[in-house]
Each structure stands twice: as structure tokens, then as C-alpha cells.
């Protein structure tokens, strides 16, 4: 017995270690993405860039001084939330975030532009009703997680609809346009100025009214993505010197033009094929939730047809692409083993178990390193870009990869490759709601402060959107 657990156990070592990353190489996938980075920040460059490096327009994070009441669209699904948020700058905390749930039925996800945003005005209209806010004129972040090029804080063209939606009319216009006209069209309530607002951003901006150092926002979830706070002399596509801009990185698209080619492993370009964008996002197909649990799927399939695990015997469960959850790598992680197998068809022995084990463990590894080297890309590339000898900064995360698997790899292996860094991770709380809310906090109060009208509404001036980017 001790013998043939032995045995499988260095089979399946043999079968992982393409997954096992030396720290020199990680190093150099992060060397990598930073100059992926320098080339999607560049005026001439960037439309070839894997890694888009898309300016945000929001030109600062919150200092705590915020303070006021402010409404928030998350649109992303066949369900939309409203917010309504409270800050109190004595606190420096959200004192109020009352939210509603609206449903978007099928006709409406396929029907016209107009009927979707007449919907959302409607529902929006309903949501202010019950809050007593109706008469109250607010400004709204809006978080739209379509594909879009956004203009500026408060313009943003969808490039295509995906998840569903095909509403008519919209491809090509701006989203934030088609909802203020749709609340003019209600015709008994009105909002103040609208900031398009990127849910890594969000994340970031709603860890930083908490921790004012944060100047990093990470998801590591179904998808994944950075955004971080850039030097404006480094962004060419936008015109300005000074400061500082939020830039939403969209490394999930790192490795899409194959400079990931090398540490692909057979299990990921199967992933990839079997995917319904072959060939796009690259890196989030090796690090994500969406993929993690079918790259364990493709190894435990394989490992079994080599009679290395299971006896041999592959279930028809097992067959079936997206029948093992990235959840399930989680659980396995922490002691779950044997429902999760039986549900699957397996008939297991101590010695599958342990491989189970081990097979979930490097995936999730090779998962957090990876994530590891694109983080130490971003802060390095802070800590260079600001001529400092040691960088302290927050990174605002959010994610339930991050979330439900253990940390302390990804924390060491940034530490490691950026060992002039020192970085704090927040997990963030609801990053598409009060973060969205939080960056037209952030723009209301530089408008205060510049003494121009709060709600965009003195057209002799320019809107405190448009001041976040002067």
C-alpha cells in the first residue's frame, strides 16, 4: 500500500510540474507585463497592446474629508442594483447604504436601447420614491461592465454588448448620454453629473475612503484586473502633465498576443481552445475563477486515463466540461474531499485523495504566483515612477478567489519579487456600489474646493467630473 501511494504520488508530481514556477521565472513574467504596460500607456503603441492600460479619467482617491449623499447604478447582468449612499466625513465611514434589486426581463435584454434604459430610469425613479430622495438632486456613479472606450469620467461608448444583453441602438453611443435622456423621459426626478465607473476602480476607491493609502485595486474572481494610480507625463493618450490618473490595466489580456506561450501548460491550452474567446485573456484563463476548476477537471481526467488515479475509471461526470467547480478547490484545500468526489462518480483510495489534494493545491498556487508577479509589476512600477527607495501602499481587492483561498502565498511571493514594497491588502466592501458612489464623492469635493458649481449644472464652467481632469 505504502508502495503504490508512493508510486501515484510521484506520477502526479511528474504531471505538475509544468505548473511549478521557479521565483526566476516569475520574475521575468513580471518584467514582462511591465513593459506590456509601458507599451498600452504609449499614444502609437497601445492599440497593439495585449494589455490595454485604459485612462479612467479619475484623477485622485478619497482623502476622508467626503461627506454627502450619492446614488450608484451596477449594471452587469439580468439584474441592475440602485444605491443610495451616506458618508460622514467625521467618521470617515458609510453611515447609510440602502440598495434595491430590479429584474431585467428577457424582452428588455434583446429588445431596443431605449426600452432598457427606460426601464432603469423607471426602476431608478421607484428606488428614490421609497428613499424620500425624489425631490433631492444626486449625483450617481454608474458601474456598466460592458466593453466600453471611455472619453472622458462622464462618456463612455459600449463597443459591443456581451452576457446576454443585444438591446438595439447602443453599440457605438454613449451609455451616459442614453441614461440621462431616459430620466428626462421619465420626467419627475433628475440626477446631477454621472461617473462611469470600472468596478476595479470602484474597488479601489471604496478601500481607499477607508485607507487613503490605497492606491491599488485588484479583482481576482470569475475574472481578473488591476488598476493602480499613474503618472499623468506616462499616460500619452490623455492630454495633461500633472498629477496622477487611475489606470484600469485589463492585464486579464496579458499573454494574448503569446508572450504566456512558454509556461502554458497543455491543460490551459486546452482551456483556451475549448473557451468562447479562443486565443483572449490569456493570463485570467491560467488565474481566474471562470477557468481554475476546469484546468483541475482536464488534470484529474488525464491522470486517470493514465491508470494513475481512480483505478482508472473515468466517471461520465467527470467527462463534463465545468463539472468540477472552482469552488471545490477551496473546499478540497480545506478538508472536503469526499462529497465532493462521490457527487462527481469517483471511487476513491487514501492515495486519490491525497493526490486530489495535491493536484488543487498547485493549481491554486500557480494561480496566487502569477497573480503575485502582475502585482509587483504595478507596485514596482509606482515605486519607480515616484523615485522612491521603499513604497508603502494599500492594495484594495476584491474577488472570491482572493477571497476563499489562502493569501500567504500570493503575499510572500510579492514581497519577493518586489522587495522594495511593502503593500496592505484590504478586501473590499461592495467595490460596484460604494466605490461608484465614491468617485463622484471624490470629484464633488475637488469641485468644492475649486469653487465651481457641485452639480455640473453652471454650463459657464466646466462640471466637477471635467475638473478631475484639468
Known amino acids: 500500500l505504502l508502495t503504490d501511494r508512493s508510486y501515484t504520488e510521484r506520477c502526479v508530481k511528474r504531471f505538475l510540474e509544468p505548473f511549478r514556477l521557479s521565483q526566476k521565472t516569475l520574475q521575468d513574467i513580471s518584467s514582462r507585463l511591465t513593459q ?38 451596477d449594471l452587469g447582468g439580468t439584474n441592475f442594483r440602485v444605491l443610495h449612499v451616506r458618508v460622514n466625513e467625521d467618521e470617515k465611514s458609510v453611515l447609510k447604504m440602502d440598495s434595491e434589486i430590479c429584474a431585467i426581463p428577457q424582452e428588455i435584454m434583446t429588445g431596443t436601447g431605449e426600452q432598457l434604459f427606460d426601464h432603469i430610469a423607471a426602476c431608478l425613479g421607484t428606488f428614490l420614491e421609497k428613499q424620500g430622495l425624489k425631490e433631492q438632486v444626486l449625483p450617481l456613479g454608474f458601474t456598466f ?34 441614461l440621462k435622456e431616459a430620466v428626462r423621459r421619465q420626467g419627475d426626478y433628475e440626477i446631477g453629473t454621472v461617473a462611469m465607473v470600472n468596478d476595479t476602480v470602484g474597488t479601489m476607491m471604496s478601500c481607499g475612503y477607508r485607507d487613503q493609502s490605497c492606491e491599488i485595486g ?40 503569446g508572450s504566456l506561450r512558454d509556461i502554458q501548460t497543455q491543460f490551459d491550452l486546452e482551456v483556451d481552445r475549448s473557451s468562447i474567446n479562443p486565443g483572449v485573456h490569456i493570463f485570467e484563463k491560467m488565474i481566474s475563477g471562470m477557468y481554475l476548476g476546469e484546468i483541475v477537471r482536464l488534470l484529474l481526467v488525464k491522470m486517470t486515463e493514465d491508470k494513475i488515479l481512480f483505478s482508472g475509471k473515468v466517471s461520465e461526470k467527470l467527462r463534463t466540461s ?5 469552488k471545490f478547490i477551496s473546499e478540497i484545500e480545506h478538508g472536503s474531499f469526499q462529497r465532493i468526489l462521490s457527487d462527481l462518480g469517483l471511487q476513491w483510495s487514501t492515495a486519490d485523495l491525497r493526490a486530489v489534494h495535491l493536484i488543487c493545491d498547485t493549481v491554486s498556487s500557480r494561480s496566487a504566483q502569477l497573480c503575485a508577479a502582475a502585482l509587483a509589476a504595478v507596485a514596482n512600477r509606482i515605486r519607480t515612477n515616484r523615485g522612491l527607495d521603499h513604497l508603502d501602499t494599500t492594495v484594495g481587492v476584491d474577488g472570491t478567489v482572493f477571497k476563499k483561498h489562502p493569501t500567504a502565498e500570493l503575499r510572500s511571493m510579492v514581497h519577493k519579487l518586489a522587495p522594495k514594497c511593502t503593500l496592505k491588502f484590504i478586501v473590499s466592501e461592495d467595490g460596484s456600489g460604494k466605490g461608484a458612489a465614491m468617485v463622484t464623492a471624490v470629484a464633488q469635493r475637488i469641485a468644492a474646493q475649486c469653487g465651481y458649481c457641485v452639480l455640473g449644472q453652471d454650463t459657464q464652467h466646466p462640471s466637477f467630473l471635467q475638473l478631475l481632469c484639468l
Request: net charge negative; with cysteine.
Open 145 to 178: 461592465s460592458f466593453p466600453c472606450e471611455q472619453k472622458e469620467i462622464d462618456k463612455s461608448i459600449l463597443i459591443r454588448w456581451t452576457k446576454g444583453f443585444n438591446c438595439s441602438g447602443v453599440e457605438g453611443r454613449d451609455v451616459v448620454q442614453l
Open 322 to 326: 465545468g463539472a468540477f467547480l472552482t
Open 36 to 73: 506590456d504596460m509601458i507599451k498600452g500607456l504609449g499614444r502609437h503603441s497601445h492599440h497593439k497592446a495585449p494589455v490595454k492600460m485604459l485612462p479612467t479619467f479619475v484623477r485622485a482617491t478619497p482623502d476622508g474629508t467626503e461627506k454627502g449623499d450619492f446614488l450608484a447604478l
Open 218 to 257: 485588484m479583482i481576482i474572481g470569475t475574472g481578473t484586473n488591476a488598476c493602480y494610480m499613474e503618472e499623468m507625463c506616462n499616460v500619452k493618450r490623455v492630454e495633461g502633465e500633472g498629477g496622477r490618473m487611475c489606470i484600469n490595466t485589463e492585464w486579464g489580456g496579458f499573454g494574448d498576443d
